[in-house]
């Protein structure tokens, strides 16, 4: 048991001290967000998103992982409510048990005093027959039949009044014990009832801990979505210091006509991409209307490690024209850099000049969500075109 409370105890300390770091964390990014004179340059931002989005993965795991043990120990406390239930039906049946042993032991005492008083009633009937000679019965008697009969008569109610009160004697003995018996068993199943409890309101609060660290969980996904969004909306100002136009739609979520809006970013989408990233729009809008087809994307996506800064050299491996003349409808693909840790991907909604196009695309100015950019200069960037 004290190992078991030792294990417990460093679990928790873990889970505070995970707790502890992510808040430290938070709070360093939130005093350079909201303290200009330590404004971060495009580089740091894109590297404080990429630390921020691996934080919130983690937050999302750890709070899954709640999430599953409080699962679990519902299902237990329902299962222990199960036996508690059971138990207290077979109290309520050895209780009812007593009751009617207790009834029938009453009816005994009754019937035992019944014959009682047949055998003291044989008893005076005897005393009175005692008192009178043997010539004098035979006297009284019509004939020795007659007095045969009635001697043969006083000898079996003596007969069958001895063995009704051993009978009933030995039946309310058996009935007794039936009774401790049952009071014995019923006395178990309160001790086992009251054992049952203790380990349900034990589970219980087990629950009320993991519940506790699923709330500040909570808290701290909050506030590192607080801070992503701060984080982007920093990316979307260098945009327009860039003179780009930035658009975005809602608050995360929809927009360009992409059908994944609202799925889990944790998932995989049909071309093995996470949900709501830039490489699941490009991949969804290159399959629908794009150069590359949803298969070879597909291949791309394998082991989901194909960032939007992969996307170039992918698409050449396959025979696909990549090169820096944008055109509508192509793929523009960030490369990876110091600014940007996972490379990017947009799609070419418009062209002025090669210095000047306009994109629409996921999870750039908007966290996991809709948007466009217009007059957006790829060599800011070092960015290909897909074709």
Known sequence: MHFLKTEKAKKNKKSFHIITKLQLFAILVLFFIANPV??????????????TNDQLLQIKSDKKTLGNQLAEFDNQIYQAQLQIDSTQGSINETSSLIEQTGQQITKAESDI?????IMDEYL????IEGQVSTIELIAKSKNFSEFVDRSEYLGSVQENVQETANKILLLKDSLNQKKNDLETEKAKSEQLK??????????????????????????????????????????AAISVKNKEVVSVSGSGGGGGGYPYSGSDPNGIDPWGMYY????????????????????????????????????????????????????????????????????????VTAVVSDENVSVSEYNWSNPLGYGTRSNVNPKNY??????
């Open 38 to 51: 330590f404004a971060l340059t495009p580089q740091e931002i894109d590297q404080k998103i990429k630390e």
């Open 113 to 117: 005093r019944m014959q009682e008083d």
């Open 124 to 127: 005076r009937t005897m005393y």
């Open 194 to 235: 009251m054992s049952q409890t203790l380990q349900r309101q034990a589970i219980e609060g087990q629950r009320g801990i993991k519940d506790s660290l699923l709330q500040e969980t909570k808290g701290s996904e909050t506030n590192f979505q607080n801070i992503l969004t701060g984080l982007y909306d920093q990316r």
């Open 276 to 347: 709501r990233q830039c490489t699941s729009y490009a991949a969804w809008k290159s399959s629908t209307s794009g150069p590359v087809p949803g298969e070879i994307i597909s291949d791309w996506g394998h082991g989901h490690t194909a960032n939007g800064g992969d996307w170039g050299a992918l698409a050449s491996s396959h025979g696909y024209t990549v090169n820096y003349a944008p055109t509508v409808g192509s793929i523009m693909s960030f490369p990876y850099g110091p600014g940007l840790p996972y490379g990017h991907v947009a799609i």
């Open 382 to 387: 070092g960015a290909v075109f897909i074709h």
